[in-house]
């Protein structure tokens, strides 16, 4: 009776550890080199997950370029005690090549994987422009005259994608810095979702994709997996339509020439994201408002900016 009980109890530990929740903190787009209060905006960011006790923290690109003036906020970003990834973005090498970038982050690689708990994270790195049959990685803003040939996951990536899918047997997230969902993001995304659905046929594989970018609170469907596009920490960019000075004082303005061209929160924006391998993925996000003026206040006719990241409750278990 009592080898039955003990075994009980160990099946009953075992069933727990394998329902773990995994939480983490997710933010993107910070652009420390645009927006004067990044430094702040990314204490507070690092303060709540520190509070939320989460499993690891995660920037999804467009974070800071590699210069010796921007040390002192990625010091504020390595502060945090745990876990810390990065992803690239496309204007993190906008003055440097990709190598520089990961090095002034600590990163070793553009695309990696890693796991915790009953889950298997994948970060891919977008930033490749094609010319001809070649792939050319973005380096010191080469990308900008490439718009229609940009944003592709080169052949060796996606050989690596589907062996590293292939390889485990966890439940898969994937964090991009352009979008795996819309006609404005990678383009080839669709060769990218025959990987997922092919990974999916025998049993639930891959459940989810988060990316940023768009400066856009995003969600779709895509073959019964959730593609979240998650909000800027820091800004909508709208360019000269809806050019506005006078926000911050002349002496910020000068030193950040950029800001007018944007609609910055008063609050900075990101999310705090639940998953479970029970089938449950809950994300929680800020909700912040427009230094004003915002959209509205500047004319802007059915607009799509918003300042917030909704919270979502979603399930990958049919």
């Known amino acids: 009776m009592k080898q039955l009980i003990f075994?009980?109890?160990i099946l009953l530990l075992f069933s727990c550890e394998k329902g773990k929740t995994i939480r983490f903190a997710v933010c993107t787009d910070v652009h420390h080199d645009l927006i004067y209060d990044a430094t702040n905006r990314i204490e507070k960011f690092i303060k709540v997950?520190?509070?939320?006790?989460v499993d690891f923290i995660i920037q999804l690109g467009d974070f800071c370029m590699p210069l010796e003036k921007n040390k002192p906020f990625l010091k504020v970003w390595n502060s945090f005690e745990g876990q810390k990834y990065h992803v690239?973005?496309?204007?993190?090498?906008?003055?440097?090549?990709?190598?520089?970038?990961?090095?002034?982050?600590g990163m070793e690689k553009?695309?990696?994987?890693?796991?915790?708990?009953?889950?298997?994270?994948?970060?891919?790195?977008?930033?490749?422009?094609?010319?001809?049959e070649k792939?050319?990685?973005?380096?010191?803003?080469?990308?900008?005259?490439?718009?229609?040939?940009?944003?592709?996951?080169?052949?060796?990536?996606?050989?690596?994608?589907?062996?590293?899918?292939?390889?485990?047997?966890k439940l898969v997230v994937v964090f991009s810095h352009q979008s795996l969902e819309h006609w404005g993001g990678i383009k080839n995304r669709t060769e990218i979702h025959r990987i997922f659905k092919e990974a999916n046929q025998k049993k639930k594989k891959v459940v989810a994709?988060?990316?940023?970018?768009?400066?856009?609170?995003?969600?779709?469907?895509?073959?019964?997996?959730?593609?979240?596009?998650?909000?800027?920490?820091?800004?909508a960019w709208v360019g000269s339509k809806l050019e506005y000075s006078g926000r911050f004082p002349e002496s910020i303005e000068e030193k950040y020439p950029?800001?007018?061209?944007?609609?910055?929160?008063?609050?900075?924006?990101?999310?705090?994201?639940?998953?479970?391998?029970?089938?449950?993925?809950?994300?929680?996000?800020i909700q912040?408002?427009?230094?004003?003026?915002?959209?509205?206040?500047?004319?802007?006719?059915?607009?799509?900016?918003?300042?917030?990241?909704?919270?979502?409750?979603?399930?990958?278990?049919k």
Not at 88 to 105: A, C, E, R, Y
Not at 146 to 157: F, G, H, K, M, V
Request: aromatic letters at 16%; a negative charge; glycine letters at 6%.
């Open 258 to 285: 950029n800001l007018k061209y944007t609609l910055p929160y008063r609050e900075p924006v990101f999310a705090m994201v639940e998953i479970s391998s029970k089938g449950i993925l809950k994300i929680k996000g």
């Open 135 to 169: 792939y050319v990685g973005y380096e010191n803003g080469n990308y900008f005259a490439n718009l229609e040939s940009r944003a592709y996951i080169p052949p060796q990536q996606i050989n690596w994608l589907k062996k590293d899918i292939s390889q485990t047997d």
């Open 88 to 105: 690239l973005g496309n204007h993190d090498m906008d003055v440097s090549p990709k190598i520089v970038t990961q090095d002034f982050w």
């Open 209 to 235: 994709c988060f990316c940023g970018h768009d400066h856009e609170d995003r969600y779709a469907e895509i073959d019964d997996v959730h593609h979240i596009g998650l909000n800027s920490l820091s800004y």
């Open 288 to 317: 912040s408002d427009f230094i004003k003026p915002g959209p509205d206040e500047l004319g802007a006719e059915n607009h799509h900016f918003s300042s917030k990241i909704t919270n979502r409750a979603l399930t990958f278990y």
């Open 110 to 132: 553009s695309y990696y994987s890693f796991e915790r708990g009953d889950f298997h994270f994948i970060v891919l790195d977008a930033n490749f422009f094609k010319s001809g």
């Open 7 to 9: 075994l009980f109890i």
């Open 49 to 53: 997950a520190e509070k939320e006790k």
